[in-house]
């Protein structure tokens, strides 16, 4: 989470994760622009460099070798990373319209969101092929064809639409790793044949003969069976049919052929071609908005056709990201003039490749090893990051400010300036009326006056027979999504009133915004409201009021007030474990040393996607689950840890415990991240506890030891269940959803050992 240094005056929204946006984004961490923030909107958090695809799909590279981190790329480039799916355009009042989440603002916007194979222009192709793109969603999809091949016995047949480029370099990657994979088996690899389809009456028309013969040189020694002006006008399950007639069985038909456009653009508004793609001018600006930009495969230059190719996307990079800091700051715009030639390096599948440049050709290992070193360097420029930004200083006053009207002066003067505090610095009213207005708190008949009321305080009434819970809990952001961290924020504060196994009725609020101009303070306060309202409102619990401020970081927090019986039947207390029963833990734990790590750069992308996943998910049912299956105590884990919480239970409960280290459940990555010490700055005060361990010498070397003390935001519940009930609380708890649910241990009587934890 970056703290707010400066006021924000304009939003930079970067829509996909595309080429042009990963060196967008490199090129704003060198170079900031004060007062303008980036924001990259994708859902997926690791995107494939293209040209490195057909050598992971030979198995000559990993995942990880081949795919850009865009959570860990934005963070090192101080922009923030919303992870969701874009569905629309509101271009009137400057917002991308998301499937989650509310509309986001933009000032300037671009969008990089590539292309997808015409499937929809072929009968049953899109029910029955494999599309190659977008290339950053191909890996599920391929994984899962690499298995059918690998379960399957005898003859298998494999087409491959589209002899471009693309399709012929798949096909010899696919041919080589999948012969492989049979010999590993211990198969013949002759069961498997395959065949590629070319519209046209040669393969790769856009580069010249003697490639084109290599290549069809390569394809008969490996007896591929190639299709000339077959083009494919029609797929069902298990076969294909071209326009002249002939069929084919084929188990597997994977389509690489011409682009198609995303549908969403359609509705935008925004001036398209023929085929559905953005039409740009030679500044990358959109014609229909001079505040939209477009790049890579989604655009197309009105006065140059490019080919969809991902070398024109890396080199519109670097003049999309210099037009984009030029029209915020209304400055001339300069054009980017793509190169006639370019050189192509197309690999065979077995580290073997063929360079193509216009009329020239060459052809070797060294080829390879060639691409290989180029594809390389590429990706260490975004992968290999700094622990800490390396700003590139500007000469004094080289660098422009943002222009502002009247208006966005007055606000940002009262912004930079020495702020008063008075009234506890609260957000304005207006701004705060305008950003709550489309807040829909749930109703409830025992909220007699609430959010919406113009009253100093909210009314709520306690039912006969119920007693109140009250908690409180309140911290800074850990990410830069507000709308994710006000629903994480709102499940840590409900976590309390679950343990206790009580009803959520109401919250009330109180929110740190860091200053700046109304629109993005207002819109800041929506996004995190809307996200915290959303996860309230699915707890059957009411927003009734707050209170908001400006501070130098974005921070949440709610008192929640419960119900329970006033009998106090059903409420679940830490002090109630008794000897014999089994530990139940409904979370995996890991939090505190991932995010650390991702403030220094050191953890994956889809480490912190699965963490977050796991914050966003309620404790909920998972309480209502361990109350039917008998838990005599329950907790919460949040900021103490699991060892922590758990001390506090054998306190209240006069009983030692048992953990079994192996059997605890950690978030993927955690155990990486803590093993390289990289840890919380809450660990050193949890630490503490150790002295409630025994045996923890033996215990120091095992992955998890660290683990123990490691702060959790929204963690799960550690409950104790009498040992019968045990195995059936778990199944009940995964079948919830609570996947990593796991017994982790068992009460144990007290004993004289003034340390009641006992490490298995």
Wanted: hydrophobic share 45%; with cysteine; proline share 4%.
């Amino acid at each position: 989470m970056h703290a707010a240094e400066q006021a924000v005056f304009r939003d930079i929204v970067l829509v996909g994760g595309g080429h042009s946006h990963v060196v967008v984004l490199r090129r704003f961490a060198m170079r900031p622009l004060p007062g303008v923030r980036v924001t990259l909107i994708c859902s997926d958090t690791h995107t494939p460099y293209s040209g490195m695809l057909p050598g992971y799909i030979a198995g000559h590279y990993s995942y990880d070798e081949v795919h850009i981190d865009l959570r860990r790329l934005a963070e090192f480039a101080g922009a923030r990373y919303f992870r969701e799916q874009v569905i629309g355009l509101d271009r009137e009042q400057r917002k991308v319209l998301c499937a989650r989440r509310p509309p986001v603002a933009y000032d300037r916007l671009s969008i990089n969101i590539g292309s997808m194979p015409a499937v929809n222009q072929v009968e049953g192709a899109a029910e029955h092929a494999i599309p190659v793109k977008p290339i950053r969603r191909f890996n599920e999809r391929w994984l899962a064809l690499l298995e059918r091949v690998r379960q399957h016995r005898g003859a298998k047949t494999i087409a491959i639409v589209g002899a471009g480029a693309g399709g012929v370099e798949l096909t010899l990657a696919m041919h080589h790793r999948l012969r492989n994979e049979l010999r590993l088996l211990g198969r013949d690899p002759d069961e498997l044949c395959f065949h590629l389809f070319s519209a046209e009456h040669e393969i790769l028309p856009t580069h010249n003969a003697r490639v084109r013969r290599t290549f069809e040189q390569v394809l008969a020694e490996r007896a591929v069976v190639v299709h000339r002006g077959a083009e494919v006008s029609a797929v069902t399950s298990g076969q294909l049919r071209t326009a002249g007639g002939e069929t084919l069985a084929a188990d597997e038909i994977v389509w690489v052929t011409q682009a198609a456009a995303a549908q969403w653009l359609r509705d935008t508004g925004l001036t398209l071609d023929g085929s559905g793609f953005i039409q740009v001018r030679d500044s990358l600006q959109t014609l229909s908005d001079a505040h939209i930009f477009a790049a890579g495969d989604c655009a197309a230059m009105v006065d140059r056709a490019l080919e969809k190719a991902g070398v024109f996307a890396v080199r519109q990079g670097r003049p999309l990201a210099d037009n984009l800091r030029r029209s915020v700051l209304e400055q001339p715009l300069r054009a980017y003039r793509p190169q006639a030639r370019w050189l192509a390096l197309i690999s065979t599948g077995d580290r073997y490749a063929i360079a193509s440049r216009g009329v020239l050709h060459t052809a070797g290992a060294w080829v390879w090893r060639w691409k290989d070193w180029i594809d390389r360097r590429f990706m260490q420029r975004f992968n290999d990051l700094p622990a800490q930004r390396m700003v590139i200083a500007r000469p004094l006053g080289q660098e422009s400010a943002v222009p502002l009207d009247a208006a966005e002066s007055v606000q940002a003067i009262s912004a930079l300036a020495m702020r008063c505090g008075g009234c506890g610095a609260k957000v304005g009213a207006t701004v705060l009326s305008r950003a709550l207005a489309s807040v829909h708190p749930v109703e409830r008949d025992d909220v007699l006056i609430g959010l919406h009321a113009p009253d100093d305080a909210a009314v709520v009434r306690v039912p006969p027979g119920r007693a109140m819970v009250h908690t409180v809990d309140f911290f800074r952001a850990l990410i830069d999504d507000p709308w994710l961290f006000g629903r994480i924020a709102a499940n840590h504060a409900l976590g309390d009133i679950f343990a206790m196994g009580g009803e959520a009725q109401s919250a009330t609020a109180i929110a740190t915004v860091p200053p700046g101009l109304e629109s993005q303070v207002e819109e800041t306060l929506l996004q995190m409201m809307s996200g915290a309202v959303e996860v309230l409102n699915e707890a059957g619990c009411a927003l009734v009021g707050g209170h908001s401020g400006e501070g130098r970081e974005l921070a949440l927090g709610f008192a929640i007030n419960g119900l329970v019986d006033e009998g106090l039947a059903g409420v679940m207390c830490k002090g109630g474990m008794r000897p014999g029963d089994e530990l139940i833990l409904g979370k995996p734990i890991g939090t505190g040393t991932l995010f650390a790590a991702h403030a220094r750069l050191q953890a994956k992308g889809r480490w912190i996607d699965d963490a977050l996943a796991s914050m966003e998910q309620s404790n909920r049912l998972a309480a209502s689950c361990l109350r039917e299956h008998g838990a005599t105590a329950c907790t919460d884990l949040t900021g103490f840890g699991l060892l922590g919480h758990l001390v506090e239970m054998t306190r209240a409960s006069g009983v030692d415990a048992e953990i079994d280290l192996a059997a605890l459940p950690v978030l993927d990555g955690a155990a990486e991240t803590s093993a390289a010490g990289i840890l919380s700055s809450l660990q050193p005060a949890n630490l503490r506890l150790r002295r409630a361990l025994r045996d923890q010498e033996q215990a120091r070397s095992h992955p998890n030891y660290a683990l123990l003390f490691d702060p959790q935001t929204a963690g799960g519940l550690l409950a104790s269940v009498p040992a019968g009930r045990a195995t059936a609380c778990i199944a009940a708890l995964r079948s919830l959803g609570y996947g990593k649910a796991a017994c982790i241990g068992r009460v144990l009587p007290h004993a004289d050992d003034l340390a009641p934890i006992h490490l298995k």
